[in-house]
C-alpha cells in the first residue's frame, strides 16, 4: 500500500538528508559501510546464461569462475559439467562430440593441504592453497546430455503489491527472475535478478533492492537512455549509475512510505561517491536523473515528457 509521501516532494526529502550526511561524514563522523541485505538461501536463479551454475549440483559459481564462465562463453544453457559428471550423466566413456573437446572452459578451485614438514605452534602441519584447475564443458556442447528437469521457483512475485507491480509495468524484455544469491540489472537482457523474498532480512531491505535494480532498468536504451557503464571497467560510469539507482531507491522507498533510516542507502551512496573522486557535485546530477527514473519506475514518466523543475533544478 502506498502511504507515503506527495511525488514533488520526494526528491528534497530524500537529498537533502544524505547530503546532510555526507558533510558530516567530511567532518570526520563514521558512515557505517554497506552490507548485503539478504542471505544466500542456496537458490539458485534461473535467468538462462546469467548464473553459471555447476549442472548437477545447480549451485552457482562464485568468484572468478564466475566472471570465466558467465563472461566470455555464448551458451544459452547455464550448466556446465566436469568429464566424470558427463561419463556418469551420459552412461558413455566419450560422452564429449569430437570438436568439442578443446573447447572446454577452464575453472579453478582453491584447497587448504597439509604441509608435510611445516608444524604450526601447536605441533599440526601447517596449511597451505593449493589451486586445482578442471575443465568444464558447457549442457550446449554435449547432445547426449539428458534434458533437465526444471528448475522449481517457489512463487515469489506477487504484481499486486506495489513495488511488484512497478517491475512488472517495466515490462523487460528478460522478466524478473528469482532466486540465487544477486540482485542485479543485466542490460543485454533486459532482465532483472533477485533473490527470493524470504532471503531478506527485512521487508524494507526488500522493497528497497527491488526499487534498486528497477531504477537500473529505467536507464535501458528504449526508456530513459541513461548514459550506462559499458562495462566492468568503466569504472566511474558505473559508479555514477550506481548513485542513481540507490537515490532512485531511496525516492521509491520514501514514496512508499517507509523510514528511510532503516535502510542503508546513504552508506552505499557514500561509498560510490569515493570513486567518483569525493565529489559531491555528482549528487546533484545524478539526484536529477534518479528523479526522472523515480517517475518513471512508479508510472509517471508520461506526464514528465519535459524535464520538471525540480529536475532542472537538481541538474544545474
Ligand atoms: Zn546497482
Redesign the pocket.
Known amino acids: 500500500m502506498k502511504n507515503g509521501r506527495k511525488i514533488e516532494d520526494v526528491c528534497d526529502f530524500v537529498v537533502k538528508p544524505i547530503i546532510e550526511a555526507l558533510e558530516e561524514a567530511e567532518r570526520g563522523k563514521k558512515i557505517s559501510p554497506w552490507t548485503k541485505q539478504w542471505k544466500d538461501d542456496g537458490t539458485a536463479n534461473t535467468l538462462t546464461g546469467i548464473l553459471a551454475r555447476n549442472g548437477v549440483s545447480r549451485r552457482p559459481y562464485n568468484g572468478i569462475n564466475w566472471l570465466i564462465l558467465n563472461m566470455f562463453p555464448e551458451y544459452n544453457s547455464p550448466d556446465w559439467f566436469t568429464l566424470n559428471q558427463l561419463k556418469k550423466l551420459t552412461g558413455m566413456d566419450r560422452p564429449i562430440p569430437d570438436g568439442e573437446f578443446e573447447n572446454a572452459m577452464s575453472i579453478v578451485f582453491w584447497k587448504m593441504i597439509d604441509h608435510r614438514t611445516e608444524r604450526d605452534s601447536r605441533g599440526r602441519p601447517k596449511k597451505f592453497p593449493l589451486a586445482k584447475t578442471y575443465l568444464v564443458w558447457n549442457r550446449d556442447q554435449i547432445p547426449a546430455l539428458p534434458e533437465p528437469k526444471p528448475d522449481v521457483i517457489p512463487p515469489d512475485f506477487d504484481p499486486k503489491t506495489e513495488i511488484d507491480k512497478y517491475l512488472t509495468n517495466l515490462d523487460l524484455r528478460g522478466g524478473v527472475n528469482l532466486g540465487g544469491n544477486r540482485a542485479c540489472y543485466i542490460p543485454s537482457q533486459d532482465a532483472i535478478c533477485l533473490p527470493l523474498n524470504s532471503a531478506f532480512f527485512n521487508e524494507h531491505q526488500r522493497e528497497g533492492t527491488k526499487a534498486?535494480e528497477g531504477i537500473?532498468a529505467t536507464g535501458a536504451k528504449h526508456r530513459l537512455n541513461r548514459k550506462m557503464a559499458k562495462g566492468w571497467f568503466d569504472d566511474e560510469a558505473y559508479a555514477y549509475e550506481?548513485l542513481v539507482?540507490e537515490l532512485g531507491a531511496a525516492m521509491t522507498c520514501a514514496y512508499l512510505g517507509m523510514p528511510l533510516t532503516e535502510l542503508q542507502h546513504t552508506s552505499y551512496i557514500a561509498s560510490w561517491l569515493k570513486h567518483l573522486k569525493d565529489d559531491p557535485s555528482f549528487i546533484m546530477s545524478a539526484a536529477a536523473h534518479a528523479n526522472k527514473a523515480f517517475n518513471y519506475l512508479i508510472g509517471e514518466h508520461a506526464s514528465l515528457q519535459s524535464e520538471s523543475k525540480e529536475s532542472l533544478a537538481y541538474a544545474a
Open positions: 534498486h537500473h550506481e539507482a
